[in-house]
């Protein structure tokens, strides 16, 4: 007779208990998700349902400012990043000397980035005073002539915004180009003095190579980051005068205080075309 067996029943393997650590990491991790989907998704979704209407990007193209301040933004990125980025380029070849003199000056130097934007942005704002800032005073002390009125100029009161930036900023990407110069091994340079390089060949044939993909990639996150940076312009100009010193990290600004939410969130998002470029190409260089 024959008999055949009957396969065993199958039996799902017990749920896998948590241990200690495992249930207590994500209990922790809990605050920062939380954190995240109130204080950082709702925010920006919120801005854009508020910005999703079609007539806010005709109404926000056709105000004149708009396009005023599409132009300074481009400006602002294309000038203030790329000199920044250059002397801070030439500075880290500066402050890389072993020499005690040049210690002090680093920390004299890294004070403007250390120190609070508001109070720094406000002084020089003081010192520009037509009437009784300290540059106009000594002017006429010195020559007895009235100086001129920099923030009522609109191409100089964007010209100094920009320094501002620059000033503010060009510590810390120092640093950063700094750190690279750094890890550039001396034999190198030591090898070309023997064989008689000038300070310009060393740079081109050893600094340069070493160093080109950190400074594209410090230029390029640079300027992501001032895309969302409004206090040199806010602080030093507040978007004056007559509005043609705004850039879209301030536009917005104006919208509200205009009462126009939906202008506002829709001057932020047409940000999103250079932002997004920019964001994929750094991502795609830093995973190489």
């Known amino acids: 007779m024959n008999t055949t067996t009957m396969p065993a029943a199958y039996t799902a393997p017990p749920p896998k208990q948590l241990s200690s650590w ?62 920044k980025m250059v002397i801070a380029l030439g500075l880290s070849g500066f402050f890389v000397q072993a020499r005690w003199w040049i210690k002090i000056l680093s920390v004299l130097f890294i004070l403007p980035w250390a120190v609070p934007s508001i109070p720094t942005i406000l002084s020089v704002r003081f010192m520009l005073n037509p009437e009784w800032g300290v540059i106009n005073t000594t002017i006429f002390k010195l020559t007895g002539l009235d100086g001129p009125n920099w923030l009522n100029d609109p191409t100089l009161a ?12 060009l510590p810390f990407w120092t640093l950063i180009l700094l750190a690279g110069r750094l890890a550039i091994p001396t034999e190198q340079y ?4 023997v064989d008689g390089a000038s300070r310009w060949q060393k740079f081109r044939f050893i600094t340069w190579p070493a160093m080109r993909t950190l400074f594209v990639t410090s230029t390029i996150l640079s300027m992501i980051w001032t895309l969302g940076d409004f206090n040199s312009v806010y602080l030093l100009t507040g978007g004056g005068p007559a509005d043609l010193t705004h850039v879209l990290a301030t536009l917005g600004i104006r919208y509200l205080r205009l009462d126009q939410i939906d202008l506002a969130m829709a001057s932020i998002v047409v940000a999103m075309p250079l932002v997004l470029p920019l964001v994929y190409i750094l991502m795609k260089r830093l995973s190489k």
């Not at 964007?158 to 900023?169: G, Q, V």
């Not at 030591?190 to 003095?193: L, T, V």
């Open 22 to 83: 495992e249930f207590w990491g994500r209990i922790l991790v809990l605050p920062y998700v939380v954190v995240f989907l109130v204080f950082v998704l709702y925010p920006v979704g919120y801005g854009l349902w508020l910005a999703r209407h079609p007539e806010s990007y005709s109404k926000l193209f056709d105000d004149p400012i708009f396009l005023r301040t599409a132009i300074n933004t481009l400006v602002f990125l294309v000038v203030a990043i790329n000199l």
């Open 190 to 193: 030591e090898a070309a003095s």
């Open 158 to 169: 964007l010209a100094f915004s920009m320094l501002m930036h620059i000033w503010k900023s």
